[in-house]
């Protein structure tokens, strides 16, 4: 006989009913079907170990010692403190999202962050849509339907969540045609096929690179070669950011360096090296950005009310140059002394392991050929001591019998607490 839903509430009175009400439904009707006839002690272990997994998969902070800055399973970017305060200010008052104080109209939710853009980039127009995944999806929609666009065999890229070019430009209607080889696409190849095209894509390759016998053309020979032949150029840059600001960076060019030689399109995601949140900004000329602002689609693919809070925060923050409240932006440049500096402490508070020298990646397919330096704490022990942390909700990465806390990505706030948690896991 299998215990009654009733018994194992009353079992676990300080969890939610609603909770173990449905986990023991599920857990019995597994038994059942698995003719389990399993005692009562062991179903409400198995219970408890469902009720544990249900609040891990609960939304909670978590310390990123993996030392990938911005993790997509993470969270990508981070806001400030000081930011977040103000969004649940706003979110719990009502505000003016499409209402203009000014003279009691209806206003437009995207309004100032376009000027801001505008402003920051020096760009012609700008817009905003969901992800950078939407804008791919809403510039090939609206520029290239029914029409042909040609791209670099060695940019038929698949990003992260099975995003792949192909599929986006099939989906969005366009008709693809590619150029080139997988690994040498010259300018005579995109020349040939220009005439039956009328947009030249450009991927950036994000989350890979090639490396040996391969060549591809720059953005502002694409570039020019579609304005000289009243084509369209779109380039797709995943991880924009603003403007020369880091060394490991310096032979990507910046969004504004792209926009002062008239790239006529470009997308990225707010949430990579921009370091703001879930956001797809595009920018480019105001007759493109115009057909853009007409599609149907935007309606689809509007931001969400926290996200342009957060977007026109971060862009304050870029205007006014106050880069300190870009949180992932300044974990990114943190020379790699201050990324010490954190190891030293969390060392003189754990007093086990030894502090090494790593290298850690950007993340979210930014520059995967260039890595930070950086510094992190290295202890030998068992792989159960490794689970033990991220029980904790500390994560690390798992090397050679030993766990790796990479400081790179971690705040300084976070250190004392990483290293109690540290002392719990390995001095009991
Ligand atoms: C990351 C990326 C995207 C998707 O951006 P999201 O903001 O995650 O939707 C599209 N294209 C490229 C080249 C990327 O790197």
Redesign the pocket.
């Known amino acids: 006989m299998l215990p009654q839903v009733s018994k194992l509430i009353n079992h676990f009175p300080k969890e939610p009913a609603f909770l173990v009400s449905a986990l023991a439904k599920q857990l019995l009707n597994e038994l059942r079907t698995e003719k389990n006839i399993a005692d009562e002690q062991t179903i409400k272990q198995l219970l408890a170990k469902k009720i544990n997994e249900y609040k891990n998969k609960q939304f909670h902070t978590l310390i990123n010692a993996t030392g990938v800055v911005l993790h997509?399973n993470l969270g990508r970017a981070l806001s400030s403190k000081k930011d977040a305060l103000k969004l649940a200010k706003l979110l719990s008052e009502n505000i003016n999202l499409e209402f203009n104080v000014n003279d009691n109209s209806r206003g437009k939710r995207d309004e100032l962050i376009i000027f801001y853009l505008k402003t920051l980039f020096n760009a012609q127009d700008a817009l905003v849509v969901n992800?950078?995944?939407?804008?791919?999806f809403l510039i090939l929609n609206t520029l290239a339907k029914d029409k042909a666009v040609l791209t670099s065999c060695g940019e038929l890229?698949e990003?992260?969540?099975g995003?792949r070019?192909s599929e986006v430009m099939k989906q969005s209607g366009a008709n693809l045609i590619t150029v080139g080889t997988t690994n040498k696409t010259k300018l005579k190849d995109y020349e040939e096929r220009l005439n039956e095209a009328s947009m030249i894509l450009k991927?950036?390759?994000?989350?890979f690179f090639m490396q040996g016998f391969c060549e591809e053309v720059d953005v502002l020979s694409l570039n020019k070669l579609a304005k000289d032949n009243e084509k369209i150029f779109y380039y797709?840059?995943?991880?924009g950011y603003v403007d020369k600001i880091h060394p490991i960076l310096q032979d990507e060019m910046s969004v504004k360096n792209l926009i002062k030689n008239e790239v006529s399109l470009l997308s990225f995601?707010?949430?990579?090296l921009f370091a703001s949140t879930?956001?797809?900004i595009i920018l480019g000329e105001k007759k493109l950005i115009e057909q853009l602002r007409n599609s149907h689609l935007l309606r689809m693919f509007r931001l969400s009310k926290a996200s342009l809070i957060l977007l026109e925060l971060s862009l304050k923050s870029y205007l006014e140059k106050d880069y300190k409240n870009l949180v992932s932006l300044q974990l990114i440049l943190d020379d790699k002394n201050e990324v010490l500096t954190k190891a030293k402490e969390l060392l003189s508070l754990i007093n086990i392991g030894e502090i090494i020298e790593l290298k850690s990646l950007v993340g979210?397919?930014?520059t995967p050929n260039k890595l930070l330096p950086s510094y992190g704490i290295k202890i030998p022990c068992s792989k159960d001591k490794y689970y033990k942390l991220l029980e904790l909700k500390v994560v690390s990465n798992w090397q050679k019998d030993c766990v790796i806390l990479d400081l790179r990505s971690v705040l300084k706030e976070q250190i004392k607490k990483i290293a109690r948690i540290i002392n719990i896991v390995f001095k009991g």
């Open positions: 997509t992800n950078n995944a939407a804008a791919v890229v990003i992260g969540g995003f070019i991927t950036h390759k994000s989350n797709d840059l995943g991880s995601s707010a949430d990579k879930q956001a797809g979210a397919g930014s």
